[in-house]
């Protein structure tokens, strides 16, 4: 409790934060919510504790388990309409489309602009906390359960399981340089507790050619990936797809018929999902009004090492903006418009 006053303290007094958490967690949210806790452990200061710690986040606020979008949704309720520009708390069914008629392949047959693509989603296990409710041997459990759904699969998504754990820095460095594996670098969640007991429990699981990833206990309990060399977005989509869909079949994920699937951020409920394609843009980045173009297209541009990081040689990460309120299909097909209408500005540029 000592720990909630003090964290609220430095949220309420503070002038300069622009955070969803400051804006959203008025005296009167904090008097309903702060003796409250969920079946998982969660209370408010789990919620709260890495956006009082760092007021110059753009959210500030985690779940502190699957339980928190309805035991704190008097914060978190207004922080997810803010932050996905919806007006009420609603998300579609899970519809991926029609994968043997997605109407579009490859965004860039040219091979000029394009580096490579990749899709992810989000997945938590429905009876796990996140972080800030997780002990050390609850990582070591759910490392155990995914680690086994992994290793059933087949055919192109067969791979192998590497905990982090024993895992040497050259190979963890390598695999990280290769835009692969996670690291323990992000303030904003190590402030939510995503990295304790670091690197228990952590690992990544990868197909011979990586192109088929799960990320396990990093930010999430489970990331599920798909990239490649170049701009086939619907070979790389399909096989996302496929990955979910087997996994499905042996585990089970917190979902919430309007939130969607449910992650520690709420940043990336609802499909989960960011299309991202690397991509060489030295011209349209250049211009003034880039930030706006890709406002208007519904995208976001990253640096090429993740978010918060520098873009190198005109390579931006140009992903979707949009996970809530839309299907996985439409999510994709925002991303792919978008996409190809920058490749026209820049080769016009
Ligand atoms: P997230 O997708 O989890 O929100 P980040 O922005 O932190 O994540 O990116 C995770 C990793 O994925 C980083 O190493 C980033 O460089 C890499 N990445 C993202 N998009 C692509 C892409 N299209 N091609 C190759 N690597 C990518
Ligand atoms: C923040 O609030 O800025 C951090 N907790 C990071 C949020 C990450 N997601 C985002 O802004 N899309």
Redesign the pocket.
Known sequence: MADLAELWEKVSSNKDSK???KKHLTKEVYEKLKDKKTKFGGTLADCIR??AK?L???????ASDPEAYTVFQDLLGPVILD?HKITELKHPACDFGDLSNLGFGDLDPSGDLIVSTRVRVGRSHASFGFPPTLNKEQRVEMQRVTQGALEGLTGELKGKYYPLEGMTPDVQKQLTEDHFLFNDS?R??KA?SGYDDWPTGRGIFFNDNKTFLVWVNEEDHIRIISMQKGGDLAAVYKRLVGGIKELEKKLEFARLPNLGYLTF?P??LGTTLRASVHIKIPKVAKKPEFKEICDKLNLQARGIHG?HTESVGGVYDISNKRRMGLSEIEAIQEMRKGVEEIIKLEKAA
């Open positions: 955070s969803l958490l890495s956006g760092n110059d986040s753009g959210v500030g606020v985690y932050y992000d904003f969640l939510a951020c940043s990336n978010e």
